[in-house]
Nanobody, 116 residues
Framework: EVQLVESGGGLVQAGGSLRLSCAAS????????IGWFRQAPGKEREGVSS????????YYRDSVKGRFTISRDNAKNTVDLQMNSLKPEDTAVYYC?????????WGQGTQVTVSS
């Protein structure tokens, strides 16, 4: 059974940092691209960042470039999202995602709240 479990969210002041982690199980982790998404209240879920299977491709939405860094540890089956210089507009529930076969899997999400 594919499982994704996010952790590391919390409340932080603007300009602060948080590190999110996504722990995966139930599939051959190293073979799949993993993505981070977020959903703010009243808004659609949006992609934040992704990292390819070979760790040679990382992608970021424009609004987080230069502030967020995604990384993976295939030995631990984890993908981390280091978030620096956080802004109030980064407030959202953050989810990790994996598409395995024909199915898209999501974790339960972790809340990130950035106060101004």
């Amino acid at each position: 059974e594919v499982q994704l479990v996010e952790s590391g969210g919390g409340l932080v002041q603007a300009g602060g940092s948080l590190r999110l982690s996504c722990a995966a199980s139930g599939f051959t982790f190293e073979d799949y691209t993993i993505g981070w998404f977020r959903q703010a209240p009243g808004k659609e879920r949006e992609g934040v960042s992704s990292i390819s299977r070979g760790d040679d491709g990382t992608y970021y939405r424009d609004s987080v470039k230069g502030r967020f860094t995604i990384s993976r540890d295939n030995a631990k089956n984890t993908v981390d999202l280091q978030m620096n210089s956080l802004k109030p507009e980064d407030t959202a529930v953050y989810y990790c995602n994996a598409v395995v076969g024909l199915s898209s899997y999501w974790g339960q999400g972790t809340q990130v709240t950035v106060s101004s």
